[in-house]
């Protein structure tokens, strides 16, 4: 049995002040929920403070990115080491990374690698857009994504993966439950291409992309969809929080 997994990405949301005050508003009912991991991710300059108000609560923290590099003349970037030291998971390859930033399959590659060796759990986050969606290219890609961001790198049980089709960030329409866990079940039959299937069938895959508490249920009874990258829907306490009730074995 995997454990669910619900991880919140605050994205570009919340000053200093307002994330100690969404971190301590977590903190008790999440804690309360039993059989469900919880990550959230506030922006780099939160960490500290998210870490300090969740500190000994079963809520782990996260970061939205990272270079790859160790240390350096790199201007505006963080470095593996400086976030192990404050948290212990990072969304790597989120596709705002991807199609904002430019990032491409190479460079997330190196950064799921050098996570690793820095003792972070990497979140690789992969999915298609709409025009290859509608090309019927979603197979091609998320193979390409999947291959290309795990080459070379040893099995490692640190490892997560969220399918998030960019079509369904942020946008209120969410992939339907069959159509997440069929993509979903293409990524564990690549993933045991790479790593065997014992391997892959411990592996955590969540799905992303207008999770809330009203499709959390429906998503999380597909066999494949072992939780959630939640956006929008982790900025509010009780909607979080509701996401992860509904995610807890008990409550499917
Ligand atoms: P959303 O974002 O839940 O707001 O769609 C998900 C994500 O980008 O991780």
Redesign the pocket.
């Given at each position: 049995m995997r454990t669910p997994l619900i991880a919140g990405?605050w994205?570009m949301n919340t000053t200093t002040t307002e994330a100690r005050v969404l971190a301590s508003d977590l903190r008790g009912p999440l804690d309360s929920i039993e059989g469900v991991e919880t990550v959230v991710c506030p922006p780099f300059v939160s960490l500290a403070t998210v870490a300090d108000a969740l500190r000994r609560s079963s809520v782990k923290v996260g970061a939205q990115n990272m270079h790859y590099e160790a240390k350096g003349a790199f201007t505006g970037e963080i470095a593996p080491a400086m976030l192990a030291d404050l948290c212990e998971y990072v969304?790597l390859g989120?596709?705002?990374r991807r199609h904002i930033f430019l990032e491409d399959d190479a460079l997330v590659n190196k950064k799921v690698a050098a996570a690793l060796s820095a003792g972070l759990k990497p979140i690789l986050?992969v999915g298609e857009r709409l025009e290859e969606r509608n090309a019927g290219d979603t197979e091609q890609v998320i193979t390409r994504q999947v291959r290309a961001g795990l080459a070379g790198i040893a099995a490692d049980e640190a490892l997560i993966i969220?399918y998030?089709p960019v079509w369904?960030?942020?946008?209120?329409i969410?992939a339907s439950p069959e159509a997440a866990g069929e993509t979903i079940g293409l990524v564990r039959r690549l993933v045991a291409e790479l790593y065997g299937d014992e391997f892959a069938q411990a592996l955590r895959i969540l799905y992303?992309?207008?999770?809330?508490p009203d499709n959390i249920a429906e998503l999380r009874a597909q066999r494949e969809v072992d939780g959630?990258?939640?956006?929008?829907?982790?900025l509010k306490a009780t909607d979080f929080v509701s996401i992860v009730r509904q995610s807890a074995p008990a409550a499917g």
């Open positions: 990405n994205k969304i989120h596709s705002e986050a969220a998030e369904a960030i942020g946008t209120g969410a992303g992309g207008s999770v809330t959630g990258l939640v956006g929008g829907a982790s």
